[in-house]
């Protein structure tokens, strides 16, 4: 555990931006939102910032990407493809552990199975990861209940714990040790290893009084979703509420679906695009001769659900698949975030009334 | 690159989202959560208009027809091809259709270009029917064209009704809105003969039959009085011709409501209670491409106004717009009934302001809009065109027949192919403009890339049009035609790109004393007075509706959904809502005819068959698709026209397009 102080920051991010392309929280002036972005301009990073709307996916993963490029040539019959470069060192700093845990979800999907996704590898390769502890939850958080904050644990190359002034800071793998040791940052003493674990307890226990927005009995409803006993009654209530715009797999931080699409360009080649997908979409599970596993709306959304508390993430994973971030539960329109989802599948347990 | 912060340019709730541009390519697309009235949440369509812009089939140079084909030319060409054609004709033989996605600098300036130099008032938009029609009733009711009260005030309404449509189609984010008001503990009600997803999500939902909501909303009316439910003090204080309307209320029959309707007296009672008992209510009904009727707007306003509900802050009656910039195309003068801000073509005193600060003449005749110039006589010769959305399509022979065509558009489109000349022009976040949400919400879209080489925004091709036609505009940026409109339109007085540059928007009226924007303009003075909307006798008669005729026992309706939007000439370039629509497309590739359970076991048909739907004059085949969302008696077709709506709903019924009210009646045959 070393000491980075307040002042070596600046320090710290330009001499990553030597090397990598600089992400980050920044403000969007007008609006006040919080996004994370690439930050062309250093000084825009603000590590005190909300946690931000979007999550980084986006970074690995991109809403929409361009992974091939052919040219058919008729007169020899023969196609030509062209190689792209998606190798890019990116450093993302000012994590928040949700988000980071999210990323190793991604990474399980992308890497840790049979068929490792080149592209996703070409993005995730270069990669530096800074970690920031939340020493106060926001609104709509709840990693509490999915194991995945308020810090982080692994996965990151530094970890930062704000304290007041400056951070304590934590190495997490070769890469970022080396940066430690070229900064020439002091050591901290044992007790410093205390004050972290104090300034997380405290962050644990303020969720009570900050995190109002959302609660998530995730354990609960993973159990019942697991053993399969859910009402349809219950599906078909959420359901009715769901617009199938696919917000919801938009913005979470491990949802990993995609789609591929070939489109022709005006140059006469064509491009291969991986664009997200939604399971809340009828077209995701269509199959040929008019066949459709899940047709109804309310059967995509149990869908989605199966695969983040129970068969796909949880048991494949050994971790839910939702983070606890809060995201759907705020771009829902129909407020049916993974929150109030599992709110409607407790009540079924509890026999309690209301909605 | 960086996310840009701007407006989403689908539908008319003018969401707030966060462009991500990669070099020169808009490369995604997020929502933005600070914004007013979207808060983070987008929907469908709007969480792909990055594949949208993505999008190949763009018009990259000026064409002009030859022979079969287009040949490419340059501007000066173009434009010489227009001029030397234009300048023989009189203003009675040009027609102009605006597009109400373009911003409103694109809008006033196609409007001063038709009314000062083509010296024709036959201008209009597509998609136009009901918004033209909502206006007339709200200014005729209160004074005031468009939306009375606030989407950020809706969450505190205690009281919502929704009317026609689906507004989680139309605009699911101001449904959304609808929605969380209603978890929120707001009585929600919907009256629409189809189970819409809103309906589902109301509280009570009232299916008349269609065609009669205008009935059932003068029996709510009639069922207040009734129920002595009227604040006689109110209507005094604020309403001019109260006694008319409740003496001829009078002659409204509940016995042939609930007849003509379907609707027991019990439930319009128990509706109208809960309308009078609630401290604040809002209506939505929408309005653009499908709307309610003229006589259906009225009632409501009526309805809302006699349950003392107009001019009360968090109350009213709210027109929704169906297309971005809908409400703008007409605050900017876009219509052969207003000029710009809403004046009358019948005041004389408008038309001498606007020949003032256009300093030049201008002809007072009475236009018509386009529709009505294809479909009546042979006078029109030239036909200039915005971005067409395929609706026009319909009058494709006569279209063939003119002597100019002149489109200008960003992408290819099927109506371009008829065009004589083409002019690109740039798509929406290639230049900077400002957009008018249903909520009267002015929003600066700034330009984030640069449009494909040599491609000019439309603002500079009409002022080059403009300047060889011997008009000296002199524009040299769009913010210099918002200034223009600024001083023309008294709702933009104060709006500068400077102001809205630092805002998510400003609703108008945006002038001297509201110079932050207005939320309700109707309860900030105390002396305005309203009227109840006149519906002349003819548009009030029970016998005036088409009887449902032995010969054609069904009323066959046409409605849109999420991804069939606007025929699709806009999805159609977008990867994941294509996918969306082709799902079930292929189902049903010759179309497809909803009937209700009742209906189908009646007749004995099975999901699928194919049956012959037959009018008066035309006839159609389509597969069958059962459906629990409609009323026996009733049938309805989504409404898609390339693919889905052939020859038959083209030459039938243009009506059918304009508001869901209107129906067709016709008779089911199997096909054996």
Redesign the interface.
């Known amino acids: 555990m070393y000491w980075l102080t307040k002042e070596q920051l600046p320090l710290l991010v330009q001499k990553l931006a030597e090397e990598y392309k600089i992400f980050g929280p920044r403000h ?1 002036r ?4 919080v ?1 994370f ?4 301009d250093l000084s825009e990073l603000d590590l005190q910032a909300a946690i931000p ?2 999550p980084p996916k ?1 970074i690995l993963f ?4 361009e992974i091939l490029k052919y040219r058919y040539q008729p007169e020899t019959k023969k196609v030509r493809i062209e190689q792209l470069n998606l190798l890019e060192p990116k450093a993302l700093i000012g994590l928040r552990s949700c988000d980071l845990t999210g990323l190793l979800c991604l990474d399980r999907f992308f890497l840790d199975q049979e068929y490792v996704d080149e592209f996703y590898l070409a993005h995730r390769k270069k990669l530096f990861i800074v970690s920031n502890t939340c020493i106060r939850p926001f609104p709509q958080c709840f990693c509490v209940c999915t194991d995945s904050g308020p810090a982080a644990r692994e996965g990151f190359d530094l970890d930062l714990t704000f304290t007041g002034r400056d951070y304590l800071v934590e190495a997490g793998s070769k890469k970022g040790q080396a940066l430690v040791e070229e900064l020439n940052l002091v050591e901290a003493d044992p007790e410093s290893l205390n004050l972290r674990k104090q300034i997380i307890d405290d962050s644990v226990s303020s969720f009570d009084r900050f995190a109002l927005e959302n609660k998530a009995w995730i354990s609960r409803a993973t159990n019942r979703l697991t053993t399969g006993f859910i009402k349809p009654e219950v599906w078909e209530y959420i359901g ?2 769901c ?5 919801c797999s ?1 913005v979470c931080p491990t949802c990993s679906c995609f ?1 591929i ?1 070939d ?4 140059s006469g080649e064509t491009s291969r ?1 991986r ?1 997200w ?1 939604s399971c809340s ?3 995701y599970t ?1 199959m040929a001769g ?1 066949h459709n596993p899940r047709k109804p709306v309310e059967d995509r959304r149990n869908k989605r659900f199966f695969c983040k508390l129970s068969y796909s993430q949880s048991k494949k994973y050994l971790r839910p698949g939702c983070v606890g971030c809060g995201r759907c539960a ?6 049916i975030g993974l929150p109030n989802v599992v709110t409607y599948i407790r009540r079924e347990i509890t026999g309690e009334s209301g909605e | ?3 840009f ?1 701007g407006v989403c340019n689908f539908c008319g709730t003018g969401c ?1 989202h ?1 462009l ?1 541009v990669e070099g020169n390519r808009v ?9 007013p009235l979207s ?6 369509r ?2 792909h208009i ?2 949208l812009l ?1 999008t ?1 089939d ?1 018009i990259s140079q000026p064409l002009i027809k030859d022979g079969s084909s287009f040949k490419p030319v340059s501007y000066e060409e173009a434009l010489d091809y227009v001029v030397e054609r234009v300048k023989k004709l009189p203003g009675r033989q040009v027609a102009v259709l605006g597009s109400p996605r373009a911003s409103n600098e694109e809008n006033y300036l196609l409007g001063k270009f038709a009314r000062a130099i083509l010296k024709t008032n036959n201008l209009s938009l597509s998609s136009d029917a009901g918004q033209e029609e909502s206006a007339r009733v709200l200014l005729e009711g209160c004074g005031w064209p468009a939306m009375t009260g606030t989407l950020a005030e809706l969450r505190q309404a205690d009281f919502i009704l929704v009317v026609g449509g689906d507004l ?1 189609k139309q605009n ?2 101001i ?2 809105e609808i ?2 008001a209603h ?1 929120a503990g707001t009585f929600l009600a919907t009256i629409s003969p189809r189970k819409t ?1 809103m309906a ?2 109301s509280q009570l939902h009232l299916r008349p039959k269609p065609g009669t909501i205008f009935y059932l909303l003068q029996g709510l009316a009639r069922v207040l009085v009734e129920e002595k439910a009227i604040d006689d003090d109110y209507l005094s204080t604020f309403t001019v011709n109260s006694q008319t309307f409740l003496e001829e209320l009078k002659q409204v029959e509940i016995e042939k409501i609930v007849e003509a309707t379907g609707i027991s007296r019990e439930q319009m009672t128990g509706l109208a209670r809960k309308l009078k008992e609630s401290n604040s209510a809002c209506a939505f009904y929408p309005t653009g491409v499908q709307s309610l009727d003229r006589r259906t707007m009225a009632a409501l306003f009526n309805l809302f106004l006699l349950a003392g509900k107009i001019g009360r802050r968090g109350s009213g009656v709210n027109p929704v717009t169906g297309i971005s910039n809908l409400l703008g195309s007409y605050d900017m003068g876009l219509s052969p009934v207003f000029l710009p801000g809403y004046a009358s073509v019948e005041d004389e005193l408008a038309w001498e302001r606007l020949e003032n600060f256009w300093q030049t003449k201008l002809d007072r005749w009475s236009g018509k809009n386009v529709d009505t110039c294809l479909s009546e006589g042979e006078d029109i010769k030239a036909l200039f065109v915005v971005d067409h959305d395929e609706e026009i399509i319909r009058h494709v022979n006569r279209i063939r027949q003119l002597d100019l065509i002149v489109y200008f558009g960003a992408y290819e489109n099927p109506f371009a192919s008829l065009a004589h000349v083409i002019f690109p022009r740039t798509s929406y976040v290639e230049e900077e403009g400002t957009y008018t949400n249903s909520e009267r919400r002015v929003q600066l879209v700034l330009k984030r890339i640069e449009p494909p080489a040599g491609v000019r925004p439309l603002w500079k091709t009409l002022t080059n049009l403009a300047q060889a036609l011997g008009h000296d505009w002199n524009y040299h940026s769009v913010e210099n035609i918002m200034s223009e409109i600024s001083q023309l339109v008294p709702y933009y007085r104060s709006l500068t790109y400077e102001k809205l ?4 928007g400003l609703k108008w009226p945006n002038d001297d004393l509201h110079p932050e924007g207005t939320d309700c303009l109707l309860v900030e003075e105390a002396s305005r007075r309203f009227r109840f909307v006149q519906v002349n006798g003819q548009e009030k008669k029970l016998a005036g509706e088409p009887e449902v005729q032995k010969d054609f026992p069904f009323k066959l309706v046409v409605g849109r959904s ?1 991804y069939f939007w606007h025929q699709n000439s806009v999805m159609k370039r977008t ?2 809502p294509k ?2 629509y ?3 497309l ?2 049903y590739p010759r179309g497809f005819v909803e009937i209700s359970k009742e209906d189908a076991s009646r007749l004995g048909l099975r999901e699928k068959q194919v049956v012959r739907i037959v009018a008066e004059s035309a006839e159609v085949r389509l597969a069958a698709r059962i459906s629990g969302d409609i009323l026996p008696g009733m049938l309805y077709i989504p409404y898609f026209i390339d693919e889905m709506i052939p020859e038959f709903l083209h030459r039938q019924v243009a009506d059918l397009e304009k508001n869901e009210e209107f129906f067709l009646p016709v008779r089911l045959e199997k096909v054996v």
């Open positions: 969007d007008v609006s006040g939102e996004i972005d690439h930050l062309p709307y979007n986006f991109p809403h929409y990407e009715n509420q617009f199938e715009c696919g917000a938009f789609n699409e489109a022709n360009l005006a695009l664009t997908d979409f009828e077209g269509k008019d705020r771009v829902c329109p129909g407020d | 690159m960086p996310y912060r707030g966060l991500r490369r995604g697309v997020y929502p933005l959560s600070g914004h808060r983070g949440r987008l929907c469908v709007g969480w990055h594949e993505q190949e763009r989680t699911p984010i449904a959304s929605h969380h978890r997803q589902r999500l540059k630092a805002r998510l999420n990867f994941i996918r969306e082709n799902a079930l292929l189902l």
